[in-house]
Every structure is written in structure tokens, then in C-alpha cells.
């Protein structure tokens, strides 16, 4: 039933790719709408930023689980895609 996540180069690559896309994307369109927000991660945003930030204050926040979250979720639609492709049409 999960024999799809079994890793492979090309599953990993995609992991990758869509992981880091998924995030440039999202942190472009929020700062489109937010100048002053800088998010990394989705769906999760694992990493927020924000400023411009006074001298001594916090201005950013991290959250593990999101990673975690966003690692699971890119790396099962990474797999699913990668199985897709590795998948040929019998004659």
C-alpha cells in the first residue's frame, strides 16, 4: 500500500524541488501582499520573519513541527509524483 514511498533518487529530487518551490512561491506571494512579513514553509510556515525589527526585540519565530510537517507532506507528494513517473504504460 505505501510500497510508493520507498526512496529513490528521482523521488528525492522531486521532494526537494517541490519543498523548496512551494516555498519561494508562497513567501513571494505573501510578501506581495504583506511588505513586511517573511514566511518560509508551506502549507506550514515553519519560519517567520518580520520587520523592519528594533534593536534587541524578537522579530521571527521558528517551529520544528511545521518542518517536520512540511518535510512529510512534500516528501509523500514528491514520491507519488516520482512513482508516477517511473510507472510505464503496458503495451
Known amino acids: ?19 523548496v518551490l512551494s516555498s519561494w512561491l508562497w513567501r513571494i506571494y505573501v510578501f506581495s501582499r504583506l511588505s513586511d512579513t517573511f514566511p518560509v514553509g508551506f502549507p506550514f510556515q515553519f519560519f517567520l520573519s518580520w520587520g523592519p525589527c528594533q534593536p534587541g526585540k524578537n522579530c521571527s519565530e521558528f517551529n520544528g513541527l511545521y518542518l517536520i510537517c512540511d518535510l512529510v507532506i512534500w516528501y509523500v507528494v514528491g514520491a507519488w509524483a516520482g512513482d508516477l513517473f517511473k510507472k510505464t504504460p503496458e503495451s
Open 1 to 19: 500500500m505505501f510500497s510508493f514511498l520507498k526512496p529513490s533518487f528521482l523521488k528525492i529530487v522531486l521532494f526537494l524541488a517541490f519543498f
